[in-house]
């Protein structure tokens, strides 16, 4: 009797080593809601992170933050006191990752963000030390279209973005790229996502006669400001942004948005790229394995920055589980430290190097200009 | 700005015009049918776009199960009806609930319209019943509460919808090709084809409602049942009817508008709201009852809208939805208001 009480007890106390053994990660992404063809591929691309990290189980919690701010913190919160999570993936767009910094840091909980903003990770402080982003930043975008820019003698340009955050961050960085190259930025005007006619707008700017037209929109939203170009006969150069580059926007851009030119995270010309680029093998790795399981041509670069939070994630799960147990703040907090000192972890979009004041670790490799030819991505140079 | 631009800027205005005008007559239709401020006419909107399509990349519309999954529910809801003893009348629920949405159902696994008038046919056939349907299901229960219940349902069914469509389509948009892809210059105004087709085939639908509530039997009863209900019943006016007939109007007038505006702009699942806002605006402006001032206001939103995007783009919006607050002030002095006795 007395034996069998041990026996019960013992096994009951593995249990629950077992249980807190298990490494936890809390996903909040955006499926539904105005941000989900960003956030579907996101959360299709947990599906194919490991089960299994360093001999340990990895259990993902997945939850939809609907591209809403309030519910982003509502599941992080959710993440964090109901699932005691080791680490917290998303969000997919800037606002919500915005408003979950608060969460992590207080919980000393590390977070990958899957948004674009630099300010999601810049200028890392006592709340921003938890928090870690993959997307490129839109100055190292923003430099890149001002280069090809000056590179093939573009002197004035007109800009036409989102009227929200991303058209506003764009315009600010664009214009200070701009200013470095020498480049005029002669007109700007705005657009919502829903509009159903940008002829006001775009009459405006071709009437300031500009050599060149940067689109800042996300999606096939974005196709719109070109297709009005384009009835107005407009002929110059039209500049996107890497917030178009899914197949979507092909399939909607149609033949109006040939030629068009945009910085982009390797992974979209992954199979183009030459053998020796650093990112081609990483940047396939994903793709393959995203279209094995969900069918050829699915991939979107979107997916491709959930698969990098993924990687960070591998990489310093496996260097934090020689510190500490998961499930406790040691482990968090070695987790955390291991993030910041991710060392060449090649990704779908770029080369990853964590340093105490840099969040994100891509540089220029996390980049390559494409144009649109006969309807499909083409890698021009880096 | 030169003369040039003004005038395109106003050919663009008239265009989206023409569109904010059908919905505008829609949703005072039904409102004055029915009392429902019909909210989900957007998603109609999209519908109509989104079916077309999935229609011309040769996938099987997934709004077709909608409308008989609605279907089979509302035969289920009379069935239930016939055994409380109420009087159903069987040829008006089977037209709605089974021999369209199976036609187009037919239709779309048998045929497979390839040719664009053939398409065009089909998507609203497959969006016309669902009209009726949403009556059935959700307002016709709660026929007698006041505006403010069924404004309410309206707005949870726009949700349920705009969701429904998420899955339908997917988050991406789709543009379907021009019905016209003729291009001229008159005047030094360059024209395309599809403007005029925008607003010929407004005009057209909006002459053909004039004439229907003018010179119809049908649409003589409509207006009898919109100034007076009970005075209508009394007169053997069906009122189910009535709200078979205008949702089935506002299903189809959505219906076409999204297949007019397709072409113009990238419809998402969730488009059709702004547009049907737009419509709203305007139908406000001829304080819901009249068709004439609806109309005249969709102009007003129209190039209020076109010229707003060239003086100032960041502020358009703002714009066009604070022209409904002078309106509702300048209408709330004028009027006299009567507390409606429901």
Not at chain 2, 173 to 195: K, V
Request: aromatic share 8%; with cysteine.
């Amino acid at each position: 009797m007395k034996w069998s009480k041990t026996l019960i007890a013992t096994a009951l106390a593995m249990a629950c080593v077992s249980v807190y053994a298990d490494i936890t990660v809390g996903v909040t992404v955006s499926a539904t809601g105005p941000a989900a063809s960003l956030g579907i591929p996101e959360k299709n691309t947990i599906e194919l992170m490991p089960k299994l990290i360093g001999g340990q189980k990895v259990n993902y919690i997945v939850l939809d933050d609907a591209s809403d701010t309030t519910t982003a913190v509502t599941n992080t919160r959710k993440l964090i006191t109901e699932h005691k999570v080791d680490v917290i993936l998303g969000s997919t767009i800037t606002p919500n990752s915005l408003a979950m910094i608060d969460l992590a840091a207080e919980s000393q909980t590390p977070m990958i963000s899957m948004a674009a903003s630099a300010r999601i990770v810049e200028p890392v402080d006592a709340k921003k030390r938890w928090v870690f982003k993959t997307p490129q930043n839109d100055i190292m975008m923003a430099l890149a279209i001002a280069q090809h820019m000056s590179a093939v003698g573009v002197k004035s340009v007109a800009f036409i973005g989102f009227a929200d955050a991303y058209g506003e961050g764009w315009l600010q960085e664009f214009q200070k790229a701009a200013g470095l190259k020498g480049i005029q930025v002669v007109g700007v005007e705005r657009y919502n996502r829903t509009d159903t006619s940008v002829t006001g707008q775009v009459l405006k700017l071709v009437s300031a006669r500009p050599d060149a037209i940067l689109v800042a929109g996300s999606g096939t939203p974005a196709a719109l400001p070109q297709k009005a170009l384009k009835e107005r006969g407009y002929t110059g150069k039209v500049y996107q942004t890497h917030g178009v580059a899914n197949n979507d926007f092909l399939r909607v851009g149609g033949k109006d948005v040939e030629d068009t030119v945009l910085p982009a995270g390797p992974m979209l010309v992954a199979a183009q790229l030459p053998a020796n680029h650093p990112v081609r093998k990483s940047a396939l790795d994903y793709v393959n394995a995203y279209e094995t399981k969900f069918g050829k041509g699915s991939v979107s670069t979107f997916g491709g920055h959930a698969w990098d939070a993924g990687v960070l994630m591998q990489r310093a799960v496996s260097e934090a589980l020689k510190k500490a147990q998961p499930g406790t703040p040691a482990f968090r907090g070695a987790l955390r430290d291991a993030l910041e000192g991710v060392k060449n972890a090649p990704g779908a979009h770029g080369i990853f190097n964590m340093t105490a004041g840099d969040h994100n670790g891509l540089d220029q490799r996390g980049r390559v200009m494409v144009t649109i030819s006969n309807g499909t991505w083409k890698y021009i140079g880096d | 700005m030169d003369a040039q631009i003004a005038l395109l800027l106003a050919q663009d205005g008239i265009v989206n015009g023409a569109i904010y005008a059908l919905l505008a007559l829609s949703l005072v239709l039904v409102f004055s049918v029915t009392r429902v401020i019909f909210v989900p006419q957007g998603e109609l909107v999209a519908f109509g776009a989104l079916t077309l399509a999935a229609l011309q990349l040769g996938k099987f519309p997934p709004t077709i199960w909608l409308a008989l999954a609605m279907g089979v529910l509302a035969i289920g809801v009379d069935l239930r009806r016939a055994l409380n003893g109420d009087q159903i009348s069987w040829r008006n629920t089977l037209l709605w609930s089974t021999l369209l949405p199976i036609s187009a159902c037919a239709w779309a696994t048998f045929a497979r319209p390839t040719s664009l008038p053939a398409q065009v046919a089909l998507t609203l056939l497959i969006c016309t019943p669902l009209g009726p349907l949403l009556w059935r299901l959700a307002f016709r229960p709660i026929a007698d509460a006041s505006v403010l219940v069924l404004l309410i349902v309206s707005v949870a069914l726009h949700g349920v919808l705009m969701g429904l469509g998420l899955w339908f389509f997917g988050a991406e948009g789709s543009r379907t090709p021009a019905f016209s892809d003729a291009r001229f210059t008159f005047a030094d105004l360059p024209f395309n084809g599809q403007s005029l087709v925008v607003v010929g085939v407004a005009s057209v639908l909006m002459l053909l409602m004039f004439f229907f509530f003018g010179r119809t039997m049908l649409g003589k009863a409509l207006r009898a049942t919109a100034m007076n209900r009970t005075g209508a019943r009394l007169m053997g006016i069906p009122t189910g009817l009535a709200g078979d007939l205008s949702f089935a109007m506002a299903a189809l007038i959505g219906a076409v508008s999204g297949l007019l505006i397709a072409p113009l702009t990238t419809v998402y699942y969730d488009t059709g709201f702004l547009i049907g806002l737009k419509g709203f605006v305007a139908a406000i402006l001829g304080a819901l009852v009249s068709y004439p001032l609806a109309v005249a206001g969709a102009l007003l939103v129209g190039l209020l809208e076109a010229y707003a995007s060239f003086w100032a783009s960041a502020f358009k919006e703002v714009i066009v939805f604070t022209l409904i607050i002078p309106v509702l002030w300048w209408r709330s002095v004028r009027t006299h208001h009567v507390e409606e006795d429901e």
